[in-house]
């Protein structure tokens, strides 16, 4: 079944109401993946593989940070969620994490640098507080969940198009596919919990709001850096700015990248008093493509 025909099943299906999250063990082999990995599309697979070099660290990341949170929390519903989250994320940072050695790596991209800088990022930067008074370090807790938030908004609107997007028409490998489809369900399946967590312990619109306008410009400056990075390193690709944009564009017209413009003004709907991110995708969708993910049940 092609993508948009799953799409379109999978659109009309009842929704199932809300899952019992768990992670999944999955299986990847990336050995004969190629570089370029869409077919006629080089610029766009180099770009949607930026996500491997920075998941892996910001995944860890929410582990660590909902792992402080966690015994903090009252609500056993709430905390069942945050373990299925806590799970899905430990594997998915496991899964791509994989692709830095056996993908990148093995094509002459060396992660090394890029990963060093995430690493700083992620566990000094955004470190837990270890000195200052409780109330100061539960504010800084805080902050960081609401940050993590603002981020999760961001993969579950990615999440909603690795479901729908045309790497399947478009003959791209069934391996890096599955596995951005099968993160990107999950991501959709979870796609409330971090914006939950964050109300439960603090909900303020002051706190949303800043979280964003954080969450958004380091997101696409990282995006930008890392896309650079890659392009760099490339042994087939020399090729300016200009014919960059243009394989960019094209793939976008494509329909193998999101529409930059859609994932930016998704942010205004993040402002929007009463907004919950179950308005984003299909859990119907993503569950279903869960089921079905051949990483998913080869490893079962």
Not at 29 to 51: A, E, K, R, T, Y
Not at 248 to 259: E, I, N, S
């Amino acid at each position: 079944m092609t993508s948009s025909a799953h799409h379109a099943v999978e659109s009309n299906s009842a929704d199932p109401g809300p899952v019992e999250l768990h992670a999944r063990n999955v299986s990847f082999d990336f050995s004969q993946v190629p570089l370029h990995w869409i077919p006629g599309h080089p610029v766009p697979s180099n770009f949607v593989s930026v996500l491997n070099l920075l998941l892996p660290e910001g995944e860890r990341w929410f582990v660590q940070t909902y792992g402080e949170a966690l015994p903090l929390v009252r609500d056993p519903e709430l905390a069942a969620a945050m373990r299925g989250f806590i799970g899905q994320e430990a594997m998915h940072a496991d899964a791509h994490d994989h692709v830095l050695w056996e993908f990148l790596d093995h094509h002459g991209v060396d992660p090394r640098p890029f990963v060093a800088q995430a690493e700083w990022i992620f566990r000094k930067v955004l470190a837990p507080m270890d000195d200052g008074s409780p109330e100061a370090r539960h504010k800084h807790l805080v902050e960081r969940l609401w940050l993590i938030a603002a981020l999760e908004h961001y993969t579950a609107i990615l999440g909603d198009f690795a479901l729908n997007n045309t790497w399947v028409e478009h003959d791209a490998d069934p391996t890096m596919t599955d596995l951005f489809t099968w993160h990107g369900a999950e991501e959709v399946e979870h796609r409330a919990v971090a914006h939950d967590v964050a109300v439960y312990f603090g909900d303020s619109y002051l706190r949303r709001g800043r979280a964003m306008l954080v969450a958004l410009p380091v997101l696409l400056f990282l995006l930008h850096r890392g896309f650079r990075f890659i392009m760099r390193q490339d042994p087939s690709l020399d090729m300016g700015f200009c014919r960059q944009q243009y394989h960019y564009f094209c793939g976008v017209h494509a329909g193998v990248l999101p529409k930059m413009r859609k994932v930016v003004m998704s942010t205004f709907s993040y402002f929007r008093p009463g907004f919950h991110p179950s308005e984003i995708g299909s859990t119907a969708q993503a569950v279903a493509y869960l089921a079905s993910s051949p990483a998913a049940r080869n490893a079962g």
